[in-house]
Every structure is written in C-alpha cells, then in structure tokens.
C-alpha cells in the first residue's frame, strides 16, 4: 500500500487501532484535485497516529508546524495534535517512560515559546535539556 492508496483503507485501520507514523501535510486524492488530510482521516477512524516533519530542516521544520496548525484547522483538538508529535512518537520509539509528557520522574527537555507551541506564530524563547536551559532567544 503506498501512502497515496491509503485511503481506501482509512476505516479498517482505525478498527485495528493500527498505529502510524507518517509526515503531516494537506495532499490531494490520486487523480483529482480533491484536498485530503490522511493524517486527520487516521485519527478520526481511530489510528493511533504519531508525526513528523518530511525532512530534518530548518524549513521542514516551519512547514510542519504549519502543516500542523492546518490539522488544527481541520477539526483535529489542538492537546490531541499536540500528542501526536510528543507522546506518540515516544511510545513508537519506546522511550515514553522517559519522554513524551510532563510528568514526575520523566526527563526535564523542554522548548519554552511565548504562545502555544502549534501556533505558527509563536516563536521559541528558551530550550532546557535535562534541566538546564541551553539557548535562550536574544
């Protein structure tokens, strides 16, 4: 199944509960021009879904939170959104004992931004790796 084919299959993997990673954007259906948001469609028929920007830039980065906010938009809860780039992919990657929430006991790695961290808008103003606060913006 390629990622295009995928929805044809949206409702049987929310059945399964299937668990997904796959990179967050607004694509179209094969052979139209009709927008379709696989990623919203997973998580409405109840995939667990996990995601990630396409590539490791600077650029990709600004696209995903952009591409995020469109999930937003869509109708996906902002705290679930918000999951699905913290928690998710710590429980994909096995290491959500240790990251992925904000809970006692769990390592202390933080971005500090001056709005909410899915609005595009927001801008980052500190980072903390395990307690200490490493960049800070002029």
């Known amino acids: 199944v390629t990622r295009s ?13 299937a668990v ?20 919203g469609e997973l998580m409405l028929s109840g995939c667990q879904v996990a ?8 650029t990709a980065i600004e ?7 469109d999930l937003i938009k869509t109708g996906i809860p902002r705290d679930e959104v918000l999951q699905c780039v913290t928690l998710r992919c710590a429980e994909l990657l096995g ?9 006692k006991g769990k390592e202390a790695d933080f971005v500090f931004w001056d709005g909410h961290p899915l ?20």
């Open 119 to 138: 609005d595009p808008n927001s801008q980052a103003r500190q980072v903390m790796i395990a307690g200490e606060i490493v960049w800070e913006a002029k």
């Open 95 to 103: 290491i959500a004992d240790r990251f992925g929430s904000i809970e």
């Open 51 to 58: 995601l990630m920007p396409s590539q490791d830039s600077s």
């Open 20 to 39: 997904m990673l796959l990179p967050v954007g607004m694509g179209t259906l094969p052979y139209t021009s009709v927008r379709y948001n696989l990623a």
């Open 63 to 69: 696209g995903f939170r952009l591409a995020l906010a």
């Open 5 to 17: 084919d995928l929805h044809h299959v949206v409702p049987q993997l929310g059945e399964q509960q």
